[in-house]
């Protein structure tokens, strides 16, 4: 009897069992939150993030309430934009006061200006004070034009500091069979205005036949914008004559050795100077063109051609003297220095 009992008792037990444990579920859910619902099982369940501690989230999550790049796609928009370090601009202001205050040399504050004057002046001497010199000779060419075969040169020398130097300059030309048409010789002062622009003054002497004339000479010589090389003078004749000069070249490089150079010259003057051949206004102009090879950078032969025309009263005495107004010439010479 004992089994039977025992067996009708555990049936009698067992849907009470099962009600209690219904009842137990609905009052606790289960801890899978995702309990009822179809998951795809070819993906792994991605780990939940840790929440932050309640100690973190009083000092502000710096994304709290944006969207991180592992929630899903931004749809056009950087998770972290606006707040990735080094795109914002560092701030702007000006230089402190203190900045244009205190003594030229700050050395001079620990080490006293008595000690410091001669260890900048040694400085300066064997680091800003090199004298130097240099011999160019720009143009040694034969001009071949109009019949007439004749030479020319045009010779520069300086010797002095960075910024002021004695400057010596020689243009002239004549003819093969014996006859110097025009020598001019200048000693100028040249000081350095800028590191592009220089001031140059001095005198110029002209020997032509029987018609020896000094001049006092005021000019400006430099590097002009884009490289042009800008040479421009103007002279005061012991005779109260004044003419002006103004000279421009360029160099093209098209390739390291091969040169082109146009350069120009145009002379005026504010009164006729028959005993000269110079007429007033601008008496004439001068444009050529040089290519030369380099073959080292102080030894370069060229070639060119120029075109020279004398206007107004020059034009005039040149013709009464049986020349032409102007013409071509065909030049070949060489350029060096050292």
Known sequence: MKPVLTLLIA?????????????????????????????????????????????????GDAHQGHKMAHDGPMEGHHAHAGHEPGFADPPVGPPPAGAFHGPNHAADAIFGAEAMAPARELVRREHGDISSSMILIDQLEVISGDG???????????YGGDIDKLWLKSVG???????????????????????????????????????????????????????????????LSDKGDVTARIEAEYDLRLTQKLILQPAAEI???????????IGAGVSD?????????????????YIGASYEHGFGKTADYRRAEGDKAGG???????????
């Open 11 to 59: 049936a009698m037990a067992s849907p009470a069992l099962a009600q209690q444990d219904h009842g137990s579920a609905s009052r606790h859910p289960p801890a899978d939150v995702h309990a009822g619902h179809h998951m795809p099982t070819a993906k792994a369940e991605p780990e939940a993030e840790p929440q932050p501690q309640p100690q973190e989230a009083a000092h």
């Open 148 to 158: 007439k075969d004749g030479y020319a040169w045009g010779v520069e020398a300086w």
């Open 173 to 235: 030309e004549g003819q093969f069979d014996g006859k110097l048409e025009r020598v001019e010789l200048q000693a100028l002062w040249h000081h350095a205005l800028d590191p592009w622009w220089n001031l140059q003054a001095g005198i110029r002497h002209d020997f032509r036949a029987g018609q020896d004339r000094s001049y006092a000479v005021l000019g400006l010589q430099g590097l002009a914008p884009y490289w042009f090389e800008i040479d421009s003078s103007l002279f």
């Open 267 to 277: 002379n005026l003057s504010a009164q006729d100077v028959p005993e000269l051949g």
């Open 285 to 301: 102009v001068e444009l050529g063109v040089r290519l030369r090879y380099q073959f080292v950078p102080e030894f370069a032969p």
């Open 328 to 338: 071509w010439n065909i030049l070949i010479g060489i350029r060096s220095w050292f």
